[in-house]
């Protein structure tokens, strides 16, 4: 596969077309940005990091039987994608009280919430990322309801699958959050996975090792990346 023009340049990450309609090339950036890009920086091999722990994601859940945008690891920074349609809305699943939820909600961080939490929020930038319902959803016609439906069951099972994974690393899988992309007619996984959309806990320590570092100046932002990529590699 040949990469070709630049496609798109994120915050994260930029998307190449390739000599194939039907793929793109995701490269994986060092940079960082937090509360919506007022605060910015780099973490150094975050690319390189991110692309391995998203690759190794990806084969995990593929393998598990959730459809996803991964095609293959092409090199440090760089994975070949199928190119698909974004749906505007991020999909987030929470599984103890942190981030947001606990400034909207008033809630303690760290609290294990007794069942999953789905959030969906608009992905727009420009209005800082609003949540939203599948009502909003529907109303906007960002999906229908059939696929509402779908991203939900994969993202309940992906959260299922993942908590089981990270648990096995001795790591709490306290939130993450989820893209989903319209492909030949059907929902699959997109984006990436990562400890820049995830929030991942040390069991026992409570260490947190994941974007939270950086958002927070907690320090030692690339080892806590490296720690979840080793941990995974073994
Ligand atoms: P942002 O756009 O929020 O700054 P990134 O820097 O991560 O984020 O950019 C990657 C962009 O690529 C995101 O907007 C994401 O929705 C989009 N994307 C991810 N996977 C695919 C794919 N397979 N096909 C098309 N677009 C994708
Ligand atoms: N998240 C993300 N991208 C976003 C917003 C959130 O990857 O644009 C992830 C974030 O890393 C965390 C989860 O989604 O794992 C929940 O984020 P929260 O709403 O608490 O975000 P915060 O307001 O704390 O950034």
């Known amino acids: 596969m040949e990469k070709k023009n630049k496609l798109y340049e994120g915050k994260a990450k930029i998307l190449y077309d390739?000599?194939?309609?039907?793929?793109?090339?995701?490269?994986f950036k060092d940079d960082a940005t937090a509360f919506n890009a007022a605060k910015k920086g780099t973490i150094k091999e975050k690319g390189v990091m991110n692309n391995g722990i998203s690759t190794r994601m990806f084969e995990f859940?593929?393998?598990?039987?959730?459809?996803?945008?991964?095609?293959?690891?092409?090199?440090?920074?760089?994975?070949?994608?199928?190119?698909?349609?974004?749906v505007p809305v991020e999909v987030v699943m929470r599984n103890i009280a942190a981030g947001s939820l606990c400034r909207n909600l008033g809630v303690e961080e760290g609290m294990k919430l007794p069942c999953p939490v789905l959030e969906f929020c608009y992905k727009r930038d420009d209005l800082n990322d609003p949540l939203i319902n599948a009502s909003h959803i529907r109303a906007l016609n960002l999906a229908t309801q059939d696929e509402i439906d779908e991203i939900t069951k994969y993202a309940l099972q992906i959260n299922e699958l993942m908590k089981q994974f990270f648990l096995n690393l001795k790591l709490e899988l306290v939130d993450f959050k989820l893209e989903f992309g319209?492909?030949?007619?059907?929902?699959?996984?997109?984006?990436?996975?990562s400890p820049d959309t995830c929030r991942l806990w040390e069991v026992g320590t409570g260490?947190?090792?994941?974007?939270d570092r950086f958002r927070h100046d907690l320090g030692n932002i690339?080892?806590?990346y490296q720690e979840v990529l080793k941990r995974m590699s073994v």
């Open 18 to 27: 390739t000599d194939s309609p039907d793929y793109l090339i995701q490269y």
């Open 182 to 193: 319209r492909c030949n007619g059907s929902i699959i996984l997109a984006d990436e996975i």
């Open 207 to 211: 260490n947190k090792l994941d974007k």
């Open 61 to 86: 859940l593929e393998a598990e039987g959730i459809p996803t945008h991964f095609v293959k690891k092409l090199n440090d920074r760089e994975m070949a994608v199928k190119k698909v349609d974004i």
């Open 222 to 224: 690339e080892e806590a």
